[in-house]
Structures are given as structure tokens and as C-alpha cells.
């Protein structure tokens, strides 16, 4: 394939700008699979490639350039500076606004007025707008009048419409008076939308509620928003919807809140409490009951029913309600012990060839690429000791000598004194357990290096994975505790943009809080009492050596957040982190990488067993009763 010099348009700009008018770029983008800005890039771009070969180097041009400008990834939360790379890693990135120069610009601006296409022609106004204002506030008017022509229907919602009325909202702010009543109009549209949703618009209707909240509109219609979306959470508490049920009772009460009538907030959030207890209930009474997973709901119950003021807690005899769950989720803690659930998912078998996991992503839809990207690994802790203790067996004098530890900053970090005999015994657990860190850490560089850096660039070259799509997953999560649902999504978002220095400062206490949670959940507690009667909370280092968290997550997952998190011959990344420890080098090093997919797959495979496993339990019966007729 043939490529152009940066300068071509300016060298070529009357010969580019005939080649957009005969270019075919209308065929080009009725052909992409979808309506998302990512598949019309991936149609553009595949017609620029074609063009190039055809040694047609305008078309191929005009191609890439729209290509590129509608990969950018629309952030509406940064109003001056809206777009971010698709991609970014190994010192480059994809497509940004500042990218493309003056002369492709201005191209732009003269293309914009011959496009009838909403998504494109938004995209290339609000493009030229944020890089060159001097070519007028038209491209603004254009941008925002394009933008809400998109239809706000569940079909295509979640397919960047979203973040294009979001923008909308946002330029006719930045503009002022100049917007005239289009901030205005766009409220009354999406009220309507609002007003006339039903279920089957799912998260499309809970989508336009919160846009709204967001950016300060529907004051005047917050008595209705806030009656639609309780008559909604009925209708999917009553589906046995419970996850969307608590979703609705929660923004329905911040509605009411804004209206005025704080009675029937306190009542959404006594509803919302109680669609939890429902959702434990139906676990318990399910296919494949967890009285694990019942607790996690049991505890967010009590969590919610915890930010009711006291003065308002009579009414719906919230304190007693309280201690009425409290006995509760003591007694499904205990049974969740009996069931000894790991959390995990199921390894794939994928070599050590790079192209085989890039191929095992690529042409999957995005749950099913994530639920291979979340299973790519699985440490096996048995299986390392093993490993440490054939090591240490073997003939020769290296096991036996004293060794000292040290940190990247050439810290002494730790000491062991070698094995005592010609193989390890009990009094040389120091020197297996430094063994099985080595291993471990071996493991970690390797894995990240041929399967989790590959399968996160085809992750992020074929999928849009928006902060708000891993903030709803975390949300979805039941390992997620209430209230860190937007700490996690955010953490979570920052390493597929490849800032895994933001992801892991995010993550890091939040993976402490979440093994806290889960021991109290099941009746442990997490606590101590100094000799002042002054109650502390116990650190990772304390809380993964009590012996319920290896029940609660298996030896496997025990063994690696603590080797990983709070070890100090293993990266230490909580305390390191803390302490402020971590310089730039390792706050993107293959530590911090494998700590956020290791957060990946805590989160994704909680939400995705959660969904499956009673389809998973048919399909296995199904199979073996087959077997058994066989």
C-alpha cells in the first residue's frame, strides 16, 4: 500500500478537494457495519487502502483523512479539547485533533457544507471548530445542528449518540447567545424521549435521565422524569429485571431530590434497597443459588439504606430494617464459606504465539473479545510451590547461599538464608515463598509482553470502550462494591487508553477496599481495637492473610493480589504505591499492566458469570444427559 507525504494536501489542495466530490465516500459510508463512529473509520479507512493500491493517491488521501477523523473517541466531559486517541502505546497513538494540519483543516471547512450525513458532518464542524475558531462559529452552529438530528432511540443510543447530544449541550453553552434556542430545543427533546420510553428501551431511557442530570437541564420536567423512571423501575423490578430495578429507584430518587419532594426520595431509596434484597432472594431461589453472591446484594442493601438521613428513618423503620439484614447477610455469610465459590473464569488454551491471541479477538463482538482478553491467564499457586521447591531440590550450592533483596531504588527489601538441607523443609517457607515470587514475577513479564499487551491493542483497534460502558460494567459487577463503581470504571478505562500509571492509582485501593468488603460480607472482620479503644481498619497486607479470603477467593486469586500487591519481594504495588514509592518507569511497568487486567478480570468475570452461569449449568446438563444417551 502506497501512503502520501503530510504535506500533500497543502501541495494538492484543489486536486484533493475534486477527489472528496468523486471519491464515492457516501457508498463508503452507508457500507459500515454500523452507525458508530468506529465502524465508519474502519469503512473509510479499508476504501483509502483500496485507493492507495489502485494508485489513486487523492482518493486515498481524502479516505484516510476522514478515516482518522472519525476514529477520535468523543469526550464530552472536556469541553475545549473533546477528542481523544483511539489508541495510544508504544510511544505513539492514533488519530488526535492536533494531528492534522492547517491545510487538512481547512479542507475540512470546505467539505463540511456538501456532507447530509449527521455523524460525519458533526464530527468534521466540531473538528474544525475546536482547531480553528477564525473560520467562524458557523462550524459550531453546524456541529450542534448536525449532532442533534441523530435520533434518540435504543437503537443507536449506545452507538456514540450519547456523546454527541452531550456535546451538543456543551457548544451551545461555549457559544452563548450565538446558539440562539438551541440549548432549549435540545432539553425538550430529550425530555420527550424520556417521556415517551418504555422497557424496552433498557438503558436508553436511564442514558437521557442522566445526560440531563449531568449537564443541568430538566429542572422544569423533574417531577415527571422522576414519576417515568420509578414507573419504569416497577415495571423491571416486576420483570425480575432487579439490576435495572435498582438503577431506576436510584436516579428516579435524585429526580425527586431535584424537585423538591424529598419524601419520595427516601421512598426511592427504601425501593431501591429492597430491589437488592429482591435480586439476593432470586439468586437464592435460582438455577444456580450463591449465597455468596446473595450477600454481596444483601450488603449493598444495607449500604443504601445506610445514606437515608436519620431524620427520615422512622417512617420506614430503616434502623430495624437494618438489623433485620444484618442477621441476614451473617447467615448467608456463613454459607457462602460452605460453598467455597472462587471467583475465576475459565483459561484458554492459547500457546505463546502472539497471532493466536490477536486472532482468537479479532471478529468477536466486544462481551465475548472481553471474556477471552479476561481469561488469556491463570496463575495456579499450587503449581508454582511445586515449581519453587523442584527448584530449590536441585544440586548445587545456589540454593543454600543467604541472599539479599533488593528495590529498584536499592532498598533492602528483604533476606532469606537458604535452604537448611539438600531439599526445602518447614523452616524454609522464606526461601520457597521468594522462589514462587521470582516465578511469579517471571510469569507476569511474559504474559503481559505475548498475550495481554497483543490482545489489548486488537481489543482497543476493533472496539470503543467508553469510561461510561466500564463504569455500567463495574456497576453490573457484583465484586464491585456499591459506591467505587465509578473509581473502578474510571480505573479500568485509563489502561485500555494505555495510562496505566492513572489505573493503578485508582485501582490499588480499590482492590484493598473490595477484599474488605467481601470478608465482611461474609462475617469476618476486617477490624482491630488499640489499646485506646480506638477501632482501625487492617491494611491488604493483614486482610489477605486472615484464612477466610482464601475460601472467599480461592488459593489461586489469594496468592497473586497478595504476591502482587503487598509482598515485598514481589512488586508491592499497594504499599509502594501509598508511600509514593513508585517512580514513572514502573507506574508503566509490566506490574502495573498485569495489575489492571488482573482488575479486568475480577470485574468482568463476576459480571459475566453472574449473567451466564444459569445458561452455562443448562448447556452442561444438556451435554451430559447427551453423553449419557450416547
Known amino acids: 500500500m502506497k501512503t502520501v507525504p503530510d504535506s500533500y494536501v497543502e501541495d494538492n489542495f484543489e486536486q484533493v478537494l475534486?477527489?472528496?466530490?468523486?471519491?464515492?465516500?457516501?457508498?463508503?459510508?452507508?457500507?459500515?457495519?454500523?452507525?458508530?463512529?468506529?465502524?465508519?473509520?474502519?469503512?473509510?479507512?479499508?476504501?483509502?487502502?483500496?485507493?492507495?493500491?489502485?494508485?489513486?493517491?487523492?482518493?486515498?488521501?481524502?479516505?484516510?483523512?476522514?478515516?482518522?477523523?472519525?476514529?477520535?473517541?468523543?469526550?464530552?466531559?472536556?469541553?475545549?479539547?473533546?477528542?481523544?486517541?483511539?489508541?495510544?502505546?508504544?510511544?505513539?497513538?492514533?488519530?488526535i485533533s492536533d494531528d492534522f494540519t492547517e491545510a487538512e483543516i481547512r479542507l475540512f471547512n470546505e467539505i463540511i457544507g456538501s456532507i447530509d450525513k449527521p455523524l460525519l458532518k458533526g464530527r468534521l464542524a466540531d473538528l474544525v471548530w475546536v482547531r480553528n475558531k477564525s473560520l467562524g462559529v458557523k462550524n459550531a452552529l453546524q456541529a450542534i445542528d448536525s449532532y442533534r438530528q441523530l435520533p434518540l432511540d435504543v437503537d443507536t443510543w449506545f452507538m456514540d449518540v450519547e456523546q454527541c447530544w452531550q456535546r451538543?449541550?456543551?457548544?451551545?453553552?461555549?457559544?452563548?447567545?450565538?446558539?440562539g434556542d438551541r440549548l432549549d430545543q435540545i432539553e425538550a427533546s430529550i425530555i420527550e424521549a424520556i417521556k415517551s420510553s418504555s422497557t424496552d428501551g433498557k438503558f436508553s431511557s436511564f442514558g437521557l435521565a442522566h445526560t440531563l442530570m449531568t449537564k443541568g437541564l430538566g429542572k422544569s420536567a423533574a417531577k415527571m422524569i422522576a414519576e417515568k423512571l420509578e414507573f419504569l423501575a416497577g415495571e423491571f423490578g416486576d420483570a425480575g429485571d432487579f439490576h435495572a430495578s435498582e438503577s431506576f429507584y436510584n436516579a428516579s430518587a435524585k429526580w425527586?431530590?431535584?424537585?423538591?419532594?424529598?419524601?419520595k426520595s427516601i421512598d426511592m431509596t427504601v425501593a431501591e434497597a429492597?430491589?437488592?434484597?429482591?435480586?439476593?432472594?432470586?439468586?437464592?431461589?435460582?438455577?444456580?443459588?450463591?449465597?455468596?453472591?446473595?450477600?454481596?446484594?444483601?450488603?449493598?442493601?444495607?449500604?443504601?439504606?445506610?445514606?437515608?438521613?436519620?431524620?427520615?428513618?422512622?417512617?420506614?423503620?430503616?434502623?430495624?430494617r437494618i438489623q433485620e439484614l444484618r442477621l441476614r447477610l451473617s447467615e448467608y455469610g456463613k454459607l457462602a464459606q460452605d460453598e467455597m465459590v472462587t471467583i475465576s473464569g475459565n483459561e484458554i488454551d492459547i500457546g505463546d504465539a502472539i497471532e493466536k491471541?490477536?486472532?482468537?479477538?479479532?471478529?468477536?463482538?466486544?462481551?465475548?473479545?472481553?471474556?477471552?482478553?479476561?481469561?488469556?491467564?491463570?496463575?495456579?499457586?499450587?503449581?508454582?510451590?511445586?515449581?519453587?521447591?523442584?527448584?530449590?531440590?536441585?544440586?548445587?550450592?545456589?540454593?543454600?547461599?543467604?541472599?539479599?533483596?533488593?528495590?529498584?531504588?536499592?532498598?533492602?527489601?528483604g533476606k532469606t538464608p537458604g535452604i537448611s538441607g539438600s531439599t526445602p523443609s518447614e523452616s524454609d517457607e522464606a526461601e520457597i515463598i521468594a522462589q514462587m515470587h521470582s516465578s511469579y514475577g517471571t510469569?507476569?513479564?511474559i504474559t503481559v509482553q505475548a498475550l495481554i499487551l497483543p490482545a489489548l491493542e486488537?481489543?482497543?483497534?476493533?472496539?470503543?470502550?467508553?469510561?461510561?460502558?466500564?463504569?455500567e460494567l463495574a456497576r453490573r459487577s457484583p465484586i464491585v462494591p456499591i459506591g467505587r463503581e465509578v473509581l473502578f470504571g474510571k480505573a479500568l478505562a485509563q489502561g485500555f487508553n494505555r495510562d496505566f500509571a492513572t489505573s493503578i492509582h485508582l485501582l490499588a485501593p480499590q482492590i484493598e477496599h473490595m477484599v474488605r468488603v467481601q470478608l465482611k460480607v461474609a462475617g469476618v472482620s476486617t477490624s482491630h481495637l488499640d489499646q485506646d479503644g480506638i477501632e482501625t481498619e487492617n491494611g491488604l497486607s493483614a486482610l489477605i492473610d486472615i484464612p477466610e479470603t482464601k475460601t472467599i477467593f480461592g488459593e489461586d486469586l489469594t496468592y497473586e493480589i497478595k504476591a502482587l500487591f503487598c509482598a515485598q519481594l514481589?512488586?508491592?504495588?499497594?504499599?509502594?504505591?501509598?508511600?509514593?514509592?513508585?517512580?514513572?518507569?514502573?507506574?508503566?511497568?509490566?506490574?502495573?499492566?498485569?495489575?489492571?487486567?488482573?482488575?479486568?478480570?475480577?470485574?468482568?468475570?463476576?459480571?459475566?458469570?453472574?449473567?451466564?452461569?444459569?445458561t452455562e449449568n443448562e448447556n452442561q446438563a444438556q451435554a451430559d444427559e447427551h453423553d449419557l444417551q450416547s
Not at 168 to 179: C, K, Q, Y
Not at 307 to 313: C, E, M, Q, V, Y
Request: net charge negative; hydrophobic share 40%; with cysteine.
Open 18 to 95: 475534486d477527489a472528496f466530490n468523486n471519491c464515492g465516500w457516501e457508498a463508503v459510508l452507508d457500507s459500515a457495519s454500523d452507525t458508530g463512529y468506529s465502524s465508519i473509520s474502519q469503512a473509510f479507512r479499508e476504501a483509502g487502502n483500496q485507493a492507495y493500491d489502485e494508485d489513486n493517491q487523492a482518493d486515498g488521501k481524502v479516505l484516510h483523512l476522514l478515516a482518522e477523523a472519525c476514529s477520535m473517541m468523543l469526550s464530552p466531559e472536556k469541553p475545549n479539547d473533546p477528542f481523544d486517541p483511539m489508541w495510544v502505546g508504544g510511544g505513539t497513538h492514533s488519530a
Open 168 to 179: 451538543a449541550i456543551d457548544l451551545s453553552r461555549m457559544i452563548g447567545a450565538t446558539a
Open 256 to 263: 425527586y431530590t431535584l424537585s423538591g419532594d424529598n419524601d
Open 274 to 320: 429492597e430491589a437488592f434484597v429482591n435480586d439476593a432472594s432470586a439468586k437464592l431461589s435460582s438455577d444456580s443459588p450463591s449465597h455468596g453472591v446473595a450477600a454481596s446484594f444483601i450488603e449493598d442493601a444495607i449500604q443504601v439504606y445506610r445514606t437515608i438521613p436519620h431524620i427520615h428513618r422512622d417512617r420506614h423503620h430503616v434502623d430495624q
Open 357 to 413: 491471541i490477536r486472532d482468537a479477538i479479532s471478529g468477536k463482538a466486544v462481551e465475548e473479545a472481553l471474556a477471552i482478553f479476561a481469561n488469556i491467564h491463570h496463575v495456579n499457586a499450587k503449581n508454582l510451590r511445586e515449581s519453587a521447591i523442584r527448584n530449590l531440590s536441585r544440586p548445587g550450592i545456589f540454593a543454600s547461599i543467604p541472599k539479599i533483596y533488593s528495590s529498584h531504588d536499592g532498598r533492602v527489601i
Open 443 to 445: 510469569s507476569i513479564s
Open 458 to 471: 486488537m481489543l482497543t483497534l476493533e472496539h470503543r470502550l467508553r469510561t461510561a460502558d466500564l463504569i
Open 570 to 614: 514481589g512488586p508491592n504495588l499497594r504499599n509502594n504505591i501509598a508511600h509514593g514509592l513508585l517512580d514513572d518507569h514502573q507506574a508503566h511497568s509490566v506490574d502495573a499492566v498485569y495489575a489492571w487486567w488482573l482488575g479486568v478480570k475480577l470485574v468482568f468475570n463476576t459480571f459475566w458469570n453472574s449473567l451466564h452461569i444459569d
